[in-house]
């Protein structure tokens, strides 16, 4: 049973950055893909990014060139640096974890963290 506990969010202005972290625990983290996805209210929850255990990344399109998930496998974190933000980007974040190679859907991932909430407003 792996545990995933999301910190890092918080109230900024846009066009500023904040970096989201998600500590695993329970499993060998290096056997996982991780990911993060976001949720908005009265939204679907929806992917953002993934890294898998060969370190192959992938980003939705609104991710790329301004998101970037890492990990690092010593500290069993996932991070992922949020850079240019902007008010649509508010939502609540959240972290998954899956043994899959490629998963991006929500129903391809069996752990999921409790979430930190990003809002982004002047």
């Known amino acids: 049973q792996v545990q995933l506990v999301e910190s890092g969010g918080g109230l900024v202005q846009p066009g500023m950055s904040l970096r989201l972290s998600c500590e695993a625990s329970g499993g060998t983290f290096s056997d996982y893909t991780v990911a993060w996805f976001r949720q908005a209210p009265g939204t679907a929850r929806s992917f953002v990014a993934a890294?898998?255990?060969?370190?192959?990344?992938s980003y939705v399109d609104f991710a790329k060139g301004r998101f970037t998930i890492s990990r690092d496998n010593s500290k069993n974190t996932v991070y992922l640096q949020m850079d240019g933000l902007k008010p649509e980007d508010t939502a609540a974040y959240f972290c998954?974890?899956?043994?899959?190679?490629?998963?991006?859907?929500?129903?391809?991932?069996?752990?999921w963290g409790q979430g930190t909430q990003v809002t982004v407003s002047p």
């Open positions: 998954a974890a899956d043994r899959k190679s490629s998963p991006t859907r929500t129903r391809d991932f069996t752990y």
């Open positions: 890294l898998n255990f060969r370190g192959v990344v």
